[in-house]
T-cell receptor, first 114, second 110 residues
Framework: ETGVTQTPRHLVMGMTNKKSLKCEQHLGHNAMYWYKQSAKKPLELMFVYNFKEQTENNSVPSRFSPECPNSSHLFLHLHTLQPEDSALYLC?????????????FGPGTRLTVT | QKEVEQDPGPLSVPEGAIVSLNCTYSNSAFQYFMWYRQYSRKGPELLMYTYSSGNKEDGRFTAQVDKSSKYISLFIRDSQPSDSATYLCAMSETGNQFYFGTGTSLTVIP
């Protein structure tokens, strides 16, 4: 496993539920990301945070709400989701080190919306 | 037009074969290129990183970038069953937002 952890690993929720995904990175990185991975589709970038400030929001529906309380933690709050939101949600963190860019992913949360 | 095109496969090769995985892209401003390996039920794992054009070698893996053709490749020599995974290419202009291919599913048969 990398230094990026995600909980829970699996989540089943109804369309009226509210739940949160949690991500924590132990790498000292300054940027954190949420991606959505669906079958047969490229990874879709959802949100980017640099030094706790949101710098990217790729037209994500408001039923997904990110929160970044500090450089090590990232949350994705979910409410009134749709079945098409079922996917693997991946968190990543990144940094520049010695002229090299590095991005590391967590194991993902497999979300099923019923 | 998609930013990044990648043949999803599946690709099946015998153990010991040389594997060639490829991606094409449309944005000529991309300058950071990466290959990730993703095992089933796991997150993507950074495999190779290349800045601008050229080749990079790491053990059995070689990454090539041809910016004039907007084409990147990953070669795996002496492929092993443990290489069976999905391989994702990714690229970026600024190093802040990355565009991914759909991934190529590879199976190496013992």
């Amino acid at each position: 496993e990398t230094g990026v952890t995600q909980t829970p690993r699996h989540l089943v929720m109804g369309m009226t539920n509210k739940k949160s995904l949690k991500c924590e990175q132990h790498l000292g990185h300054n940027a954190m990301y949420w991606y959505k991975q669906s079958a047969k589709k490229p990874l879709e970038l959802m949100f980017v945070y640099n030094f706790k400030e949101q710098t990217e929001n790729n037209s994500v529906p408001s039923r997904f709400s990110p929160e970044c309380p500090n450089s090590s933690h990232l949350f994705l709050h979910l409410h009134t989701l749709q079945p098409e939101d079922s996917a693997l949600y991946l968190c990543a963190s990144s940094t520049w080190t010695e002229g090299r860019y590095e991005q590391y992913f967590g194991p993902g949360t497999r979300l099923t919306v019923t | 037009q998609k930013e990044v095109e990648q043949d999803p496969g599946p690709l099946s090769v015998p153990e010991g074969a040389i594997v060639s995985l490829n991606c094409t892209y449309s944005n000529s401003a991309f300058q950071y290129f990466m290959w990730y390996r993703q095992y089933s039920r796991k997150g993507p794992e950074l495999l190779m990183y290349t800045y601008s054009s050229g080749n990079k070698e790491d053990g059995r893996f070689t990454a090539q970038v041809d910016k004039s053709s907007k084409y990147i490749s990953l070669f795996i020599r002496d492929s092993q069953p443990s290489d069976s995974a999905t391989y994702l290419c990714a690229m970026s202009e600024t190093g802040n937002q990355f565009y991914f291919g759909t991934g190529t599913s590879l199976t190496v048969i013992p």
